[in-house]
């Protein structure tokens, strides 16, 4: 059993506690300890009186001071609201044109944006809009759907291949996998679209793809390839795509066919925080 004792070598009282042969000597609280500690209690005193503290079945002690952290959020959002109630309103109805002569409603648009691109759409397009493979990059200035300010926001709005009953819509066929052409005509078309691209091909195969680009292709990607914003059909002469540029990449397009879908946001944002989002992304990729 532990027993209290004085130390021997500095002559103070033990608590009795002993672990190991080490005792636990009985010094007093430190005055600087227990003037903190019982002033802590005070001010916790003060603050159930003049705060909210309590925790009761059904409310609170609401505290003499009526504090409240949901109102004064509230009161926040309504002075937000107010400021920028008038740059809003003016950013609805405002042209591209107005919008550049205007630095401080230019930079209001991009402010708003540049929020709401980062917190909804950066998880696809990436950090800044450069996109991935699968997703589009909105800094290259190339547009499936047009680049102009209104196109982009209205492919904001509607989404695409989106449940939106005015959604852009287009369909790449899957030509393999639903056996619209055999294994060989998708091999040929592919080193066909290669060929577009202004990279080396088989020659004899682009020949040999030549009439099925023709019957099959043409009426969305054109004559030349280069496609269609009309439709939402790729370019497929220049160097960016969204799938990949290696022959893999091409010929998995052809032979599966796949289509993406991008969300409307319509129901999310309303038309002033759409438009501002249609300018930020006008503006970073150089839109048309």
């Not at 916790?44 to 609401?62: D, E, I, K, N």
């Not at 809009?129 to 290259?140: F, I, M, P, Q, S």
């Not at 989106?162 to 030509?175: E, G, L, N, V, Y």
């Amino acid at each position: 059993m532990s027993k209290r004792e004085a130390d021997e070598v500095t002559g103070v009282e033990t608590t009795g506690h002993e672990w190991d042969g080490i005792r636990e000597l009985d010094n007093p609280l430190p005055r600087w300890w227990l003037y903190m500690f019982w002033a802590g209690i005070a001010v916790a005193a003060v603050y159930w009186v003049l705060m909210p503290a309590w925790p009761g079945v059904r409310s609170y002690t609401q505290g003499v001071l009526g504090q409240s952290d949901r109102a004064d959020v509230v009161v926040a959002l309504n002075d937000l609201k107010t400021l920028r109630g008038e740059q809003a309103a003016r950013l609805k109805t405002a042209s591209l044109e107005e919008i550049e002569r205007d630095p401080e409603l230019q930079a209001y648009a991009q402010q708003v944006g540049q929020s709401v691109f980062g917190d909804n759409c950066a998880t696809c397009h990436g950090t800044g809009g450069v996109g991935t493979k699968g997703y589009a990059n909105l800094r290259d200035d190339v547009w499936l759907w047009g680049g102009s300010l209104e196109d982009i926001r209205h492919t904001i709005e509607v989404g695409i291949r989106a449940d939106h009953p005015q959604t852009r819509f287009s369909q790449m066929p899957a030509f393999g996998r639903d056996q619209m052409l055999t294994a060989a005509e998708v091999s040929d078309l592919t080193e066909y679209v290669v060929a577009l691209s202004g990279r080396p091909a088989n020659a004899a195969a682009v020949r040999r793809a030549a009439p099925i680009y023709q019957t099959q292709c043409v009426a969305c990607h054109g004559p030349t390839g280069t496609g269609d914003q009309k439709q939402g059909a790729p370019n497929l002469t220049d160097q960016e795509w969204l799938y990949g540029s290696a022959r893999a990449d091409i010929h998995a397009q052809i032979w599966n066919g796949r289509n993406g879908v991008m969300p409307s946001w319509k129901a999310r944002f309303d038309p002033e925080t759409l438009k501002a989002l249609a300018v930020y992304i006008h503006a970073n990729a150089g839109g048309q």
